[in-house]
């Protein structure tokens, strides 16, 4: 019984390793909206102000963590005209247990002092605005654009993206910028906000970078690296310095 079932799952991966380039873009992201139908940002905020303050604070560290940090944040300041008037000892406390807190409290008073200067406190709506903003660059206002009106001008590519992305086939590039351009032909403009979010809730559910679950996962039969995934999209190890 036990020699059967390990017969069929190495025939069920052999069917899936029959060599596939490249995972049908739009099927493979509604099966994707399917499994993850719940699939949101998971910065907790109210309003784009909060939310884009929350993007910047998520530099380099989880959402986890930012959505521990804000509600503190936001009681104090809930808006940009408040945050634009606190300074930057009032705002480092409450900021603290984020990696580069210093710079980050930094751009939070920047970019709130800006949005008052400019703006009329409010946050603008393009692109080309928002990444004027002190330490806001094309992906946060991508994920600004894209949760608050769905008009993103391009696919918010963060680790989970970049890792599915290359083992579905849908990219052969490393680097963000290009992985978006990537994305951006093959997805239609609709789909680029929810194509962030259900790529990061399944490679935070499923595909996880050191051992995706391929016998879990509802799109094997689409994905190319299905069964051989563990090296693909992979950073590389880093390298030890001796003596
Ligand atoms: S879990 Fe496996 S089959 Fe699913 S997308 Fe990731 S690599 Fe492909």
Same mark, same amino acid.
């Given at each position: ?9 190495? +025939?069920t ?20 909206e399917?499994i ?7 910065l907790?905020h109210?309003?784009?102000?909060? !939310? !884009?303050?929350?993007?910047?604070l ?30 930057q000892?009032?705002?480092?406390? !409450? ?20 949005l ?18 002190p330490?806001?660059?094309r ?17 918010v ?5 970049? &890792? #599915? +992305? ?9 680097d ?13 403009r609709?789909?680029?906000?929810r194509? +962030?979010? /259900?790529?990061?809730?399944?490679? &935070? ?13 509802g #799109? ?14 992979r950073?590389?190890? &880093? !390298?030890? /310095?001796?003596?």
């Amino acid at each position: 019984m036990a020699a059967k079932k390990k017969t069929t799952t190495a +025939s069920t991966r052999a069917k899936a390793q029959v060599k596939k380039k490249m995972a049908p873009p739009v099927p493979t992201l509604e099966r994707l909206e399917a499994i993850h139908p719940d699939a949101h940002c998971e910065l907790d905020h109210e309003g784009p102000f909060q !939310l !884009l303050v929350a993007t910047v604070l998520s530099a380099q560290t989880t959402d986890v963590n930012v959505n521990k940090a804000t509600p503190k944040l936001f009681a104090a300041y809930p808006d940009a005209r408040t945050l634009a008037s606190a300074t930057q000892d009032d705002v480092e406390p !409450l900021v603290s247990t984020l990696g580069f807190f210093r710079q980050k409290a930094k751009s939070i008073i920047g970019l709130s002092k800006k949005l008052v200067a400019s703006h009329g406190g409010a946050v603008p709506r393009t692109l080309a605005e928002l990444v004027e903003l002190p330490g806001v660059g094309r992906k946060t206002a991508n994920v600004v654009l894209g949760v608050t009106w769905n008009t993103p001008e391009g696919v918010v590519v963060d680790t989970h993206v970049q &890792r #599915i +992305s290359q083992r579905l086939g849908w990219t052969k590039n490393t680097d963000p910028v290009k992985i978006e351009q990537d994305l951006v032909k093959l997805l239609p403009r609709e789909k680029w906000d929810r194509t +962030s979010h /259900v790529l990061i809730f399944h490679g &935070r559910r499923i595909c996880f970078a050191r051992k995706p679950s391929c016998e879990k996962c509802g #799109i094997s039969d689409m994905c190319p690296s299905a069964f051989a995934a563990e090296n693909v999209g992979r950073k590389p190890p &880093r !390298l030890r /310095v001796t003596g």
